[in-house]
């Protein structure tokens, strides 16, 4: 049978046309990368889950700021310089409800987790991208699940009075143990190796002190993991560190306070830090 030319050029015509549409559809089937935006989590072989910026810098904490705002000013800044980014975070790992910012001095804006502004670290490089860690003892590489934090404050009792840490009356600044949003812990100097002699059984006197009952989290480097236990305080956990119960102190309202330093006197509820001697078995 004899082809027409015409029909020849017309189904081939069609088919061409198939093929491209056919092509197309399959690449708008394709949806593009996910770019990413804001804080982000990422895993690093020897600090675990910690938070970076989109393009995978490394964020830190700073424990002088205690009170939710910078106090890295002047020249501190080319160390550490701010972070700031207003999209919201495209990590489904990241909890947005703990995402803020804050207002510098200066005017500018800087991004927070858990209220901590967040910074990144000059001399982070590919090759050793958490270098800012521990720095002083005072910046810690930012983490999303911190179950301890450090802060590095003046210690200011519930009488208004300024407290160095060895309890006597004095200005400086005292590092010292908080919960991941800065609230401060306390010990009892009372209690014992991991034993609670505070709370009576029923928690009438919880509100005044309350325990500490998170349990899990990431240290910071200045917390050894071998310094951390969880006791059973009548059926609820309370968290000990080197044997003593961590408690809070119910009149510190604001983030920041510490005024259980003096209460009812210096030292009976002392801060806790790396010069913390272990509690005593007896």
Known sequence: MELNPKNVKTALMAVLMLSLFSSCSKDDDKAPEDKKQGIQTAANAQFGTILTDA???TLYFFSNDTKGMSACTGNCLSTWPVYHNNESSSDMKIDKSLLGEITRAD?????????WPLYYYAGDSQSDPVKGDAVNKIWYVAKPD??????????????GKNYLGDYTEGTGS?????????????????????KN????????????????????????SLVKSADISVIDVFGK???TFKGWPMYYFGQDQQRGDNKGISFPRPGVWPILNDKTTTAPTS
């Open 55 to 57: 393009n995978g810098k």
């Open 174 to 194: 005292t590092l010292y143990l908080t919960d991941d949003k800065g609230r401060t812990l306390y010990a009892f100097n009372p209690d014992k190796f991991n």
């Open 197 to 220: 002699t505070f709370t009576k059984p029923d928690f009438s006197n919880d509100n005044v002190w309350p325990i500490y009952q998170m349990d899990k989290g990431a240290l910071p």
């Open 237 to 239: 956990k309370q968290l």
């Open 146 to 159: 911190y179950l301890l934090m450090v802060a590095n404050a003046q210690l200011v009792g519930h009488d």
């Open 107 to 115: 005017g500018s804006k800087q991004s927070t987790y858990k209220g």
